[in-house]
């Protein structure tokens, strides 16, 4: 059964990034965690006063990923999750934890009040930057289930960014897609190639026909190509909004309520 849309009848919903700074403990850490929040609730304001849709917390800066954060980064993303839930109290939430790290990313939604969370892994392997991701659904939604989460949804990415796929040459993104609302995805998340890079509108259309479950475009979404994206459920979008489109800089608000602006429009 496919759950209620966390934005109702809202086509292209959009979901803003909020890449937290890097966290305690990893190799680029150098800031207190006072100020990564602080600074994380500064970029959900923007983003609340130039009307996106919906927010994602993610620690992006937290290079190189592992595929086992320390219990460090979980505390320390389920206080930013929890106090951008304060600020934004009645903005759709989701949190993603890098690298693959979702029961973790479950946890701390339970633990914040969250919505969603976005799923590395969900079905089939891949081998990503930081070695092979195997599928995680079935353990997943088992300990969903045992923390009494099931009202947080989980949207699965599919032939995932920065991954090499040759281990499921033979298996379409549609094929994919479907198989992960066969394992019971709330919704799939289709990328490009690389943080930044478009994803393949051929690829959006045949997804939205293989599945009745949500489906995200997770990279690549910019003023200039948005009108290709329309058809899908909702839009994550970090690179774009940030100064000069660039992730790893801060949000430019200017960028957001200009293209909040434009996708309104196109939405009329």
């Known amino acids: 059964m496919q759950r209620p849309g966390l934005f109702g009848r809202l086509k292209a919903a959009v979901v803003g990034m909020v890449h937290v700074g890097?966290?305690?403990?990893?190799?680029?850490?150098s800031l207190p965690?006072?100020?990564?929040?602080?600074?994380?609730?500064?970029?959900?304001?923007?983003?609340?006063?130039?009307?996106?849709?919906?927010?994602?917390?993610?620690?992006?800066?937290?290079?190189?990923?592992?595929?086992?954060?320390?219990?460090?980064?979980?505390?320390?993303?389920?206080?930013?999750?929890?106090?951008?839930?304060?600020?934004?109290?009645?903005?759709?939430?989701?949190?993603?934890?890098?690298?693959?790290?979702?029961?973790?990313a479950i946890?701390?939604?339970?633990?914040?009040?969250?919505?969603?969370?976005?799923?590395?892994?969900?079905?089939?392997?891949?081998?990503?930057?930081?070695?092979?991701?195997?599928?995680?659904?079935?353990?997943?939604?088992?300990?969903?289930?045992?923390?009494?989460?099931?009202?947080?949804?989980?949207?699965?990415?599919?032939?995932?960014?920065?991954?090499?796929?040759?281990?499921?040459?033979?298996?379409?993104?549609?094929?994919?897609?479907?198989?992960?609302?066969?394992?019971l995805a709330d919704g799939v998340v289709l990328t490009g190639t690389a943080t930044g890079h478009p994803a393949d509108p051929q690829q959006l259309r045949e997804v939205k026909q293989a599945v009745k479950i949500p489906v995200l475009v997770g990279s690549g979404v910019t003023l200039e190509n948005v009108r290709n994206y329309l058809d899908a459920d909702a839009l994550i979008i970090g690179s774009y909004f940030k100064k000069e489109g660039y992730w790893a800089n801060a949000v430019d608000p200017d960028r957001v309520k200009k293209f909040m602006e434009h996708i309104s429009k196109l939405r009329e």
Do not use: W
Not at 22 to 29: H, I, M, Y
Not at 140 to 165: C, M, P
């Open 107 to 183: 946890a701390i939604a339970l633990a914040a009040g969250l919505d969603f969370i976005r799923a590395e892994g969900f079905v089939f392997s891949h081998v990503a930057d930081e070695g092979i991701i195997n599928a995680c659904a079935g353990d997943l939604l088992r300990y969903r289930k045992h923390i009494g989460a099931d009202n947080i949804q989980i949207f699965a990415d599919i032939k995932k960014k920065h991954s090499a796929h040759a281990l499921t040459a033979d298996v379409s993104v549609a094929q994919t897609a479907a198989a992960a609302q066969l394992f």
């Open 22 to 29: 890097a966290l305690p403990g990893t190799p680029r850490s």
């Open 33 to 104: 965690l006072t100020q990564i929040i602080d600074q994380a609730c500064q970029e959900a304001e923007a983003y609340k006063d130039a009307g996106v849709d919906a927010l994602m917390v993610e620690n992006m800066h937290d290079v190189p990923y592992t595929v086992c954060p320390g219990l460090e980064v979980t505390a320390a993303m389920a206080v930013l999750g929890a106090t951008l839930r304060q600020s934004c109290p009645r903005v759709p939430l989701g949190v993603q934890v890098l690298c693959a790290a979702n029961q973790q």
